[in-house]
C-alpha cells in the first residue's frame, strides 16, 4: 500500500529547520564551547555532549520519525520500518544523552534533577521508551488484532505528539538554563554572538516542531 | 444549535489543574515571595503581578476558551461569545503582564528581552492579539461569507493551538528562568518548598495542556 498522503507543500521545512537546528547545535558545542569528549578533565566537554545527542539524536530524529507516513515515498510496512527506527535512534541518544546529564553533574559535584528542565527531560524520556515499547508490542511483533489496532491508533498519535511536544519544551528549558548559567557566570556576555546563536537554535528547535506539525495537519 | 460534541471524562482536568496552577501561583507569590505590587520601592512585588497575571489571566483563561465547544453546554453563538470573551480578558490580562514584565525590569536596571522566555512570550502576545483580531472579523464582525469561514475554521485552530503551546513553553521557561535566579541568589534553597512549589506549579500547568489537548481529542 503506497502511503495515504503524498509530501504536502510544508514537508520541505522538516529537514531544513532539522539541518539548521543540527548545525546550531555543533557549532555551538564545537566552536564556541571547546568540543566534545566523553572522558575529560574539563566536565564542560563531557556536559557538551548532551546538547548534541539531545537536539541531533532526540528532537531532529524523533521528529522525522513522526512524519515518515506523510513524507516518505515507500510502501507502508517500509514507511513503519522507517518510523519505528528513527524512533529507536531516537530513544538510545535520548537514553545516552540523559547519562551524560548526570555524569557531568555527578563529576563537576552538582545537584541533578532539581530543575524543571530535568523533571521535563526525564519524564519525556521514560514515556518515550514506554511508548516505544508498547507501540512495537501492538504494531510490529507479535502485534495485536487489526480490531485493537484501529482502536489504539488515535491514542498511540495523541501520546506520541504529547511526548514529542514534551520534549520540545524540556530542550528549550535547557538551552535557557544552561545560557542562564553562562551568563551569570559571565562566560557569554548577554546579546553577544554566542547568546544569539543558542537563542535562534531555540527558534529553529520550535520552527521544526510546527513544521511537524504542519506535516501532520496538511 | 446545541454543543457538537457533549462533555468527554476528561473535560473535568481542565478546570481541576487550571484551579490548581491558580492556587499554586498566588500562594507562591502571596506567602513566599511577599504579595503584588503595581507600585513599590520592592520591584520584586511589582515582578510578583507578571506571574500571577500569566498564569491565571493568562494561560488558565485561554485553555477554558479554547475547549468552550466542548464543555460548555450551550447554544452555537453562546459558546462562541464565551470563546471569544475569554480569548479577549486572557489577551488583555497577557498585555498587562508583558507590561509589567518590562516595568520591573526598567526599574532594576536589568536589560530586557534578551532570554528565550522573553522571545516566546512576545511572540506568543503578538500572534495571539493578531489571532483574536483576525478570527474576530472573519467569524464575528463584520464576518465571512460561511464558504470562506468553513475554510478558514483548520487554519483558525492549527494557528490557535500553535500560539496555546507557545504560551505553554514560554511559561515553563519563565518559571525556570525565575527559579534559577532565585537559586542562585541564594534566596530559594534548591529542592526547599518553594523550589518544589514552584515547580510543580510548572508541572499542573502542563497537565492543564495535556488536559486541553485530551477535551480536543476526546
Known amino acids: 500500500m503506497p502511503a495515504k498522503y503524498g509530501p ?7 529537514p531544513l529547520f532539522g539541518i539548521a537546528a543540527t548545525v546550531m547545535v555543533l557549532v555551538w558545542t564545537l566552536k564556541f564551547r571547546g568540543g566534545l569528549a566523553f572522558r575529560s578533565r574539563n566536565q564542560e566537554l563531557i556536559f557538551n555532549v548532551h546538547p548534541v545527542l539531545m537536539v541531533i539524536g532526540f528532537i531532529v530524529s524523533s521528529g522525522h520519525a513522526i512524519v515518515v507516513f506523510k513524507i516518505l515515498p515507500a510502501r507502508r510496512k517500509a514507511q513503519k520500518a522507517v518510523h519505528l527506527l528513527l524512533h529507536l535512534v531516537a530513544l538510545l541518544a535520548g537514553v545516552v544523552g540523559v547519562y551524560v546529564a548526570f555524569k557531568f553533574k555527578r563529576e563537576s559535584g552538582l545537584k541533578d534533577m532539581s530543575s524543571l528542565h530535568s523533571w521535563f527531560g526525564m519524564a519525556t524520556i521514560c514515556l518515550y521508551g514506554l511508548q516505544w515499547l508498547l507501540a512495537f508490542l501492538f504494531f510490529w511483533f507479535p502485534g495485536a488484532a487489526m480490531y485493537t489496532r484501529a482502536r489504539i491508533v488515535p491514542w498511540h498519535v495523541f501520546a506520541g505528539l504529547v511526548i514529542f511536544l514534551m520534549a520540545i519544551c524540556a530542550a528549550e528549558l ?12 559571565k562566560a557569554v556576555r ?3 554572538e554566542e547568546a544569539l546563536l543558542v537563542n535562534f537554535m531555540g527558534i529553529a528547535i520550535l520552527f521544526f516542531a510546527i513544521a511537524v506539525g504542519l506535516c501532520l495537519f496538511l
Chains 1, 2 share one sequence.
Open 8 to 14: 504536502g507543500p510544508w514537508s520541505i521545512f522538516v
Open 174 to 185: 535547557g538551552i535557557l538554563e544552561k545560557l542562564t548559567f553562562l551568563e551569570r557566570a
Open 190 to 192: 548577554i546579546f553577544g
